[in-house]
C-alpha cells in the first residue's frame, strides 16, 4: 500500500522556492576540459513540478550538464540559476545550502559501504542534527515509498543493484527536496528492474510533484515515463488513457555538446529533423 507523502512529511517544499520563474535556468553555458568543448551554448529552462528528460548519445555532456546543476563543476562561460540564484559563482558555502535543497540519484547508487540502509537514507538527516526518533520515523516513510521497508537493517553488500538504487531514491527524498537529480538511475539494471525504477519516478512525479531533471540511455525508460502515471487507488503505474502523454514530462536531446532539441514529447515524436528522427527510431 503506498504511502501519503503529504501525511507522511515527504511532500515537496516547493514553496520555498522562487514562485515567480523557472527552477533551472542555463544561459549560454560552455564548459571544456583539456581544451576540448563538452558543452557549448546550452540553454534551456525547468519550470516548476516538470520532469526533464535529457537524452543523447553517450558523450555527449548529459553528466557533465547535470553536475553543473548543483555546483559541482563551474562553466567556462554562461550563468545558471537554481531556486531563482545564480550559482556559476556562488561560494562554496552557499553552495552547500543550496543543495539541502536537491536530492540526488547516482547511476551507481553511491552508498556508503559502512553504513545500513537506514543510516544510509538517514545520513543528511543526521547532518542537520534531526532527532534520532524523527529521523528513524521518516527513513521508514521513505523506504515504505520504494517499498523496501522490509531491508532498513541490511548493508548495501547484501542488497541487489535494483534494490541499491531504491535505497537511493530513498535518500533523495528523505528531505523533501526541491528539485530531484537522477543521474541515470536505470543505468547497468536489467529491463524488469530498469522499469521498477521508472515506476518510482513517476510515483514521485505524480504524488509530490517534485522537479526533476533526468538522464537515461534507455529511449524506451523515457517513452514510459511520458506515456503513463501513478494510480493512487492500485499504487502502481498505469498508461495514460487514449494515448495520452504526461504534459509536465519534456525533453531536452544533446549531441556533441549541444542542444537539438528542447520540448514535449509530442514534438519530438513527430519531428522532422533527419537525426532526431534515426535516434529516436
Known amino acids: 500500500m503506498p504511502i501519503d507523502l503529504a501525511n507522511a512529511g515527504l511532500s515537496s517544499n516547493r514553496g520555498d522556492a522562487d514562485p515567480a520563474g523557472p527552477v533551472v535556468a542555463y544561459k549560454d553555458v560552455s564548459i571544456s576540459f583539456d581544451g576540448k568543448p563538452v558543452l557549448e551554448k546550452i540553454s534551456f529552462t525547468v519550470q516548476r513540478a516538470e520532469t526533464r528528460i535529457i537524452l543523447g548519445p553517450a558523450g555527449c555532456g548529459k553528466s557533465v550538464l547535470m553536475k553543473l546543476a548543483n555546483g559541482l563543476l563551474r562553466p567556462d ?9 545564480e550559482i556559476t559563482t556562488m561560494p562554496e558555502k552557499s553552495l552547500f545550502k543550496l543543495r539541502a535543497r536537491i536530492g540526488m540519484v547516482f547511476q551507481e547508487s553511491a552508498l556508503f559501504d559502512s553504513l545500513s540502509v537506514e543510516d544510509n ?18 527513513v521508514v516513510e521513505a523506504l515504505q515509498f520504494v517499498e523496501l521497508e522490509h531491508a ?8 541487489s543493484g535494483g534494490m541499491r538504487r531504491r535505497v537511493s531514491i530513498a535518500r533523495a527524498i528523505i528531505s523533501s527536496p526541491d528539485l530531484i537529480l537522477y543521474d541515470s538511475p536505470t543505468g547497468g539494471l536489467d529491463p ?5 525504477i ?13 522537479t526533476s531533471l533526468l538522464i537515461t540511455h534507455r529511449l524506451q525508460d523515457a517513452f514510459v515515463l511520458a506515456r503513463n502515471r501513478f494510480n493512487p487507488e492500485t499504487g502502481k503505474m498505469e498508461l495514460i488513457p ?11 536531446v ?5 542542444v537539438v532539441f528542447d520540448g514535449t514529447t509530442e514534438a519530438l515524436v513527430h519531428s522532422t529533423d533527419p537525426w532526431l528522427k ?4
Do not use: C, M
Not at 521508472?198 to 517534485?210: A, F
Not at 534515426?278 to 527510431?281: A, G, L, N, T, W
Open 198 to 210: 521508472i515506476e518510482l519516478v513517476v510515483k514521485q512525479r505524480d504524488v509530490s510533484h517534485t
Open 278 to 281: 534515426e535516434y529516436i527510431s
Open 121 to 138: 537514507v538517514a545520513y543528511r538527516l543526521h547532518e542537520d542534527g534531526v532527532p534520532e526518533d524523527e529521523a528513524h520515523k521518516r
Open 152 to 159: 532498513i537493517a541490511k548493508f548495501p553488500s547484501e542488497l
Open 254 to 258: 544533446l549531441n556533441e555538446g549541444k
Open 77 to 85: 562561460s554562461g550563468t545558471i540559476e537554481v531556486f531563482g540564484q
Open 192 to 196: 524488469i528492474t530498469s522499469t521498477t
Open 242 to 252: 487514449n494515448n495520452g502523454i504526461d504534459d509536465s514530462t519534456k525533453f531536452l
